[in-house]
């Protein structure tokens, strides 16, 4: 059964500027300019239960969108009992009667399932047929889901009439309701409202963006061999430059990056590099993979690019209630990601190496886990070390968020047959400070126009078949990368040494040098000219024995070493 989505042909119309479209993405300011927003009162419902305090109502051609706060943190597609009531109608003569309005459709969010009431007989209904996504995946407390207005029921379809009345209740005893009257918000589409899909090209734009792909391939899926075709065109299409492969248990990096090869044929000087780490991450790169590291059974992979290198980090974290193990796996990535800042891991990078970290992240639970990948801020200290600025430029990492292609969500990951909606379980996040996004999508071509799939040589059922994970890309441009491939690693353009506490350095600096401990605070800066031909550091001074970290600039590049007092 193939009901989560129906397809619709895209048309071109004037677009309402004063009311900002709504995509489910994670952020919530496009809700700040819709004409339906409605304030709830804080307190009003059981104070050991929900209290809902804000609610808004939008809508495109295709879908009835919905957002609410709460007083609270929860996960909105688990232990709860938030109902939605529709009367899809406006007629509180038909459907089931709830607070005074005549529910045509109730939704039980925290039980992923509903009834649609028509006449006497009474449907039980469930994402697919609705077309139903709720966003975030992780706990929260702020939230927005979609729902389409024509969905199915049995082998039936109704349609929302022009006006409808909504509900949102925690059925709890006691529970908050909105509104507090009977009645129900009342709600008028506006026809006026189209969807604009976010822009994306499916072909890499230019030579010089790197062209990084995420892809969960479902146990080995890709190896089928009654899915070859499909995979075939996916990759065509795509033309990846590195793929961060999950869930490839059976079959080696070799075997990868030669299925790999066949679907898109090497020229000229190209060859596709290949890595792995048990149990299931493969990674194959046009780019030489000088090194890697297993994290936990996640993948930390050294890439040279050229004239810069990559840190990429592919993950496959534990999945579903399994929270403590995903905290922990997600504290030890990060972990490495500091010691990559610090110039203390076993991949010694210059300052400013672009780090990117991909994969099937199963984020489906708490959302301090999130947070902590785009933060540093770490749960475990005592095991995995202090909380620390991730970026180079001492900010947070960037989340590339990849709409889903021409639709109003951002998910990754969808199952006819699963009880969960369609959700975004597969990330890209990067260090923006040195790496810039172009272009990013999750690839669903159940929604390519003719033209788009004609173009791109796809079919719409090809990645629907081929895994239940969407294909992730994510265009960078990042400054040195060459789009030809290197086998020089490198060796760093300096020299020092250490003798009685004193740090001798000789080399073509510039600019301050530091020294600061692991938690990234200064303890000491010093001034060097290019034209100088030495430096002499006396560690005696201002320094405890432990491990520090020494920071400096060379016409190649920033710089962290570690060093030992």
């Not at 059964?1 to 300011?29: C, H, P, R, V």
């Not at 389409?148 to 109704?158: P, T, V």
């Not at 790999?260 to 194959?284: C, F, M």
């Not at 690019?305 to 796996?329: D, M, T, W, Y």
Request: with cysteine.
């Amino acid at each position: 059964m193939k009901f989560l989505f129906s397809i619709y042909i895209l048309l071109s119309s004037a677009f309402d500027l004063t009311s900002q479209q709504i995509i489910l993405d994670e952020s919530f300011d496009d809700w700040e300019s819709q004409a339906y927003s409605y304030f709830d009162k804080d307190g009003d419902g059981n104070s050991k239960g929900i209290d809902i305090t804000n609610v808004g109502i939008s809508n495109d051609e295709n879908y009835l969108f919905i957002y609410f706060d709460l007083n609270t943190e929860i996960n909105i597609q688990q232990n709860n009992n938030l109902t939605i009531f529709i009367d899809t109608d406006n007629n509180v003569s038909t459907g089931i009667s709830r607070y005074g309005i005549g529910a045509d459709l109730e939704y039980y969010l925290g039980s992923r399932n509903g009834r649609y009431y028509k006449g006497s007989s009474v449907f039980q209904v469930f994402h697919n047929q609705l077309g139903l996504v709720t966003s975030p995946t992780v706990t929260g407390s702020k939230f927005e889901i979609c729902l389409l207005r024509k969905f199915n029921y049995s082998s039936n379809q109704a349609n929302m009439s022009d006006i409808i009345k909504v509900v949102i209740s925690d059925e709890e005893v006691a529970g908050d309701r909105a509104p507090d009257n009977n009645g129900g918000y009342s709600f008028e589409f506006d026809k006026s409202k189209k969807f604009i899909p976010k822009g994306f090209t499916i072909k890499k734009e230019r030579a010089d963006y790197l062209r990084v792909m995420s892809y969960n391939v479902l146990r080995d899926n890709l190896f089928e061999s009654g899915l070859q075709q499909n995979y075939r065109r996916i990759f065509k299409a795509l033309i990846p430059d590195i793929i961060g492969f999950c869930e490839i248990y059976d079959n080696s990096s070799d075997q990868t990056a030669a299925l790999i090869e066949s679907y898109l044929p090497s020229t000229g000087n190209q060859k596709w590099y290949h890595a792995g780490v048990s149990p299931d991450i493969r990674v194959v790169s046009r780019y030489p993979i000088i090194n890697s590291r297993s994290i936990d059974g996640n993948g930390a992979f050294l890439i040279d690019l050229g004239k810069s290198k990559l840190v990429f980090i592919v993950a496959h974290l534990p999945c579903c209630e399994n929270e403590n193990q995903r905290q922990q796996e997600v504290d030890n990535i990060m972990s490495f990601v500091r010691g990559i800042k610090f110039g203390i891991s076993s991949f010694q990078v210059p300052q400013n190496t672009p780090v990117i970290i991909v994969g099937d992240m199963n984020l489906v639970g708490y959302r301090q886990q999130q947070q902590t990948f785009l933060t540093g801020n770490i749960v475990n200290n005592n095991t995995f070390g202090p909380d620390f600025d991730p970026d180079w430029d001492d900010s947070v990492l960037e989340d590339a968020t990849p709409h889903t292609t021409n639709m109003p969500v951002t998910f990754t990951w969808n199952s006819d047959f699963g009880s969960y909606s369609a959700g975004r379980l597969d990330y890209v996040i990067y260090s923006g400070s040195v790496a810039e996004s172009k272009n990013s999508f999750a690839l669903w071509p159940l929604t390519l126009t003719n033209e788009q799939l004609s173009a791109s040589g796809l079919q719409r059922d090809d990645v629907h078949i081929a895994s239940d994970h969407l294909p992730v890309i994510c265009d960078f441009f990042i400054p040195g990368f060459s789009t030809s491939t290197s086998e020089n690693s490198g060796h760093f353009p300096f020299e020092y040494s250490i003798d009685n506490h004193h740090l001798f350095f000789q080399s073509a600096l510039s600019g301050n040098i530091i020294i600061s401990d692991l938690s990234g605070r200064i303890i000491q800066k010093f001034q060097k000219s290019a034209q100088n031909e030495k430096i002499i550091i006396d560690l005696n001074e201002g320094l405890s024995s432990g491990i520090y970290i020494l920071h400096f600039q060379t016409e190649n590049g920033g710089y962290s070493v570690k060093i030992f007092r």
